[in-house]
């Protein structure tokens, strides 16, 4: 299973999303020092979900990290979040 298939299956199963987009970004960084040349490196993550409602950014930005914890102590070396409720993301 790919690095991207594995972020959309734990987070399918910690949150059941209403919405969910994983990108994988690591061809911009491909040429950057700290890049491990994987191909499956640097992901985009942006989730829509009720487990998100009266959090801060901050703590559904651990929620997140936390239930990736193995991928990010492995083979993802940057993620970026956008976590949203329902609600806010229909405001967008």
């Known amino acids: 299973m790919s690095v991207e298939d594995s972020i959309k299956a734990k987070l ?3 949150f059941s999303p209403s919405g969910l987009t994983v ?9 950057h020092a700290s890049s491990p040349g994987t191909g499956e490196s640097h992901f985009k993550v942006e989730i829509v979900s009720e487990d998100f409602a009266g959090l ?7 929620m997140v990290n936390e239930a990736l914890g193995a991928l990010l102590a ?3 070396h940057a993620l ?10 229909q405001q967008n």
């Open 56 to 62: 801060s950014r901050v703590e559904r930005h651990r």
């Open 74 to 76: 492995g083979p993802v």
């Open 12 to 14: 399918t199963e910690a």
């Open 80 to 89: 970026s979040i956008k976590a949203a409720t329902p609600a806010e993301s």
């Open 23 to 31: 990108l994988n970004q690591s061809h911009l960084h491909a040429t």
